[in-house]
């Protein structure tokens, strides 16, 4: 039987935690054994943003539409796609006080594979949505969206936040695995193999940040010396020469499971030149 009753600070920060997490309130109600109106009372004394009628309807109808735990611990996988979300990820902020966060991709069409790995990652259900020209109708890229506030708090931990491109920073620890820079390179980065065998790798994005793959590279991967940081339009672009190009790529790209094919495929091509 439901009753009324002293809370513990657990269940209090349950509440909360359930009901951000997609829960309503008879649910949350039903787990813990009290009645509906102690789960409202109580997110109400925590400041909880409440959802409209709506929201709710949206949320009981669409239970559970990718797994929200995949970022709980860092692997190689969730490394890697919390490195390509700092790159090309969106996270915005919709409500009242910001408490509908959404993280969107968009990849041209040519890495639509790409987006369905990180569906795969994701185990989503969420559709990818065709986006087409306006004059030629023709499609050029394609998106998928995630809506859950627990992804965007542990996105923020890493400092994938929104309008990051002047400000990203890789944050707790992140900046020191590989499988993240893989993920930045994969997004926002270039490897060039030209003619002569001239290797050459690029990277484009906040200062900080190129500073800190600088730093993660000189200190990391032996004999890496040559890195150039400069002004780059509104943002900075990181070079190296050929040889510490090369041992980068290499570093990155052997034996990784997760990346984007095409630029696997050209690290591969300069491994084997190196062989």
Not at 198 to 223: A, D, M, P, W
Not at 225 to 232: F, N, V
Request: hydrophobic share 35%; net charge positive.
């Amino acid at each position: 039987m439901k009753y009324y009753r002293q809370l513990t600070s657990d269940e209090k920060n349950k509440i909360c935690d359930y009901y951000i997490n997609g829960k309503s309130m008879p649910i949350i109600a039903r787990k813990l054994n009290i009645v509906p109106s102690t789960v409202f009372y109580w997110l109400i004394q925590n400041g909880v943003q409440l959802r409209s009628i709506s929201e709710a309807k949206l949320l009981s109808n669409n239970p559970r539409r990718f797994d929200e735990s995949v970022f709980d611990t860092i692997t190689e996988e969730s490394a890697y796609w919390i490195g390509f979300l700092m790159a090309d990820g969106c996270v915005i902020y919709r409500g009242k006080g910001n408490s509908h966060p959404s993280i969107s991709l968009v990849l041209a069409i040519k890495d639509k594979k790409h987006l369905e790995k990180f569906k795969e990652f994701l185990k989503s259900k969420y559709k990818t949505t065709a986006i087409r020209c306006k004059n030629t109708k023709k499609i050029i890229s394609s998106r998928t969206v995630i809506h859950s506030r627990k992804v965007a708090y542990i996105l923020r931990k890493y400092g994938v936040v929104p309008r990051k491109s002047f400000i990203a920073k890789a944050l707790n620890g992140i900046e020191s695995n590989k499988h993240f820079w893989r993920g930045v390179i994969d997004g926002d980065g270039c490897i060039d193999k030209r003619v002569k065998k001239y290797t050459r790798l690029r990277l484009v994005g906040s200062k900080f940040l190129l500073k800190q793959f600088k730093h993660y590279c000189i200190f990391n991967i032996e004999n890496v010396l040559k890195i150039d940081i400069r002004p780059k339009s509104s943002v900075y672009e990181l070079g190296c020469n050929r040889i510490s190009s090369e041992k980068i790529i290499k570093h990155l790209y052997e034996g990784s499971n997760v990346y984007l094919d095409r630029k696997y495929k050209k690290a591969m091509e300069i491994i084997e030149h190196e062989k």
